[in-house]
């Protein structure tokens, strides 16, 4: 094919001519930045009603990760990024686990907004041993109880919530952010809404006629010590000068009194965790199945509810005899 430049005359072959492409230096057009997503990915949490700590934890996490891995948007992370991350830290293979974890979650929350086209992190991992933790003895629970001076409000406070936790089975969280509405003093229950729970789901707990009683005392003199320091919380556990406690589980007010009971009464193995632990072993005993523990801790999945049980070997076999 040829074509005639109408002032000279001169004939140019257009099919023997490379074309070839000019060089830009503009920079590639990158899907989303990681701020930008990390931005809008926190604000979908806080309409899902994810709670302050669990977004905070997000945020310095993903920020964390961009940081040492140096990328700047969303599609430069890659399984090579995400195992040089892992590999920069300094600490136990579980806290690189809960990171791992919280990374995915994020990853995954990328993916539902069309960031990526695959799932590519699902296969990364980090193993960890998985320890049984022991659960607090009853007795030593019950000890306690009768060691605590509830005739003073601090007293009366602690042992209201590890009555709580004993009979529940609600985290410490979830105990710092109890408010008064979520007593059901009608249908003897908690009424627990997902904003303050790790699974975002509604959950009722029955209670029984003891912590009904201590309720209604604590309430009482509850609102006696706001008025006085002219507090409006509604919170069920509140401190001795009517402010809302801490709901950090390391710096809550009560886990540092169970700390201060444990050393001073001598009694071990004695905090939030083990008081949860022992309120799922209590189910187990009373013939509860493994399924209604589970719901009741309000776990996602049937593993970590059996991490709880500390089923002894003998004790397994045991009751399998009963089976056969």
């Known amino acids: 094919m040829t074509k005639k430049s109408g002032l000279f005359n ?9 074309i070839i492409p000019q060089k ?13 997503a990390l931005c809008i990915i ?19 996490i993903v920020l964390n990760f961009q940081k040492v891995t140096n990328i700047e948007y969303v599609d430069e992370v890659k399984t090579e990024t995400i195992y040089e ?67 003073t409000f601090i007293g009366l406070r602690d042992a209201t919530a590890i009555l709580t936790m004993y009979k529940t089975g609600i985290r410490i969280n979830t105990l710092g952010l109890l408010e008064e509405h979520h007593v059901d003093f009608e249908n003897k ?10 699974n975002h ?24 010590i706001r ?20 709901t950090k589980s390391t710096n809550n007010a009560i886990s540092k009194q169970l700390t201060k009971y444990s050393k001073k009464f001598g009694l071990e193995n004695m905090n939030p965790h083990a008081i949860r632990r022992a309120y799922a072993k209590n189910l187990l005993n009373k013939g509860a199945s493994i399924a209604l523990i589970s719901k009741a801790l309000g776990h996602q999945s049937l593993d ?21």
């Open 227 to 246: 008025a006085y320091y002219k507090e409006s919380n509604t919170s069920v556990f509140i401190s001795n000068v009517g402010t809302t406690l801490n």
């Open 201 to 224: 789901q509604l959950l009722k707990l029955p209670i029984d006629e003891q912590l009904i009683g201590l309720y209604k005392i604590l309430i009482k003199q509850n609102r006696k």
């Open 304 to 324: 970590t509810t059996t991490l709880y049980l500390d089923l002894d070997v003998e004790e397994v076999a045991k009751d399998l005899r009963e089976y056969l």
């Open 42 to 60: 926190l604000q979908q949490m806080q309409t899902s009603g994810y709670r302050t700590r669990t977004m905070k934890d997000y945020e310095t």
């Open 85 to 151: 991350w892992l590999e920069s830290m300094q600490v136990t293979n579980q806290t690189k686990l809960t990171r791992l974890k919280a990374l995915k979650s994020f990853l995954s929350k990328c993916y539902n907004n069309g960031w990526y086209n695959s799932k590519f992190w699902q296969t990364i991992n980090v193993k960890v041993d998985k320890k049984v933790k022991k659960g607090a003895k009853p007795n030593d629970i019950q000890v306690l109880l009768s060691l605590i001076d509830s005739s």
């Open 10 to 18: 001169i004939d140019f072959d257009l099919e023997g001519i490379e």
């Open 189 to 198: 229950q908690l009424v627990l809404d997902g904003s303050i729970l790790k």
């Open 24 to 36: 830009s230096n503009a920079k590639v057009n990158h899907s989303k930045k990681v701020e930008d």
